[in-house]
């Protein structure tokens, strides 16, 4: 590995039109912007899915964490259709089945329900990107 600083790639799927494309979007937002801002980042699935080289290069050299909304898995599937490796996949799906009490709706903007899921479900996969981000210093 160079001596250049890695960060870890967060992939949402597209999600468009749907309440948990929106939590694994937001939840991705929340890492990049609020939780670990600086050592993680994102690009387009679709950049990706057209080999643009800048965008492969990124989820070539760091680490790839995806976040799909629903069991359909779209952002994992595609991401590992063009041969990428994923660290770890989550889904937004099922951090609504552990908190069986925050009910998220909402499409442009989620209820407070959802906005509490994000929180939640962003500090967990935080745990994932330090956990990551240890393996490569080891
Ligand atoms: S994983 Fe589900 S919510 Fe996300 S883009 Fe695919 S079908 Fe849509």
Known sequence: MSGKKRKVVVLPCSGIGKTLGTVG???AYELIEDLRPGVTTTTCL???MI???DAKKLVT???VITIDGCPFGCARKS???IGV????GYRAID???VHKDLKPEGISELNEAGKKLVVLAA???AEEVDRLLAEEKS
Request: aromatic content about 4%; overall charge negative; proline content about 12%.
């Open 25 to 27: 979007r937001e939840i």
């Open 46 to 48: 679709p950049l990706l």
């Open 51 to 53: 080999e643009d080289p």
């Open 61 to 63: 050299d760091n680490p």
């Open 79 to 81: 991401a590992e259709s």
């Open 85 to 88: 490796t994923v660290s770890k």
């Open 95 to 97: 951090f609504c089945r």
């Open 123 to 125: 500090k967990e996969v």
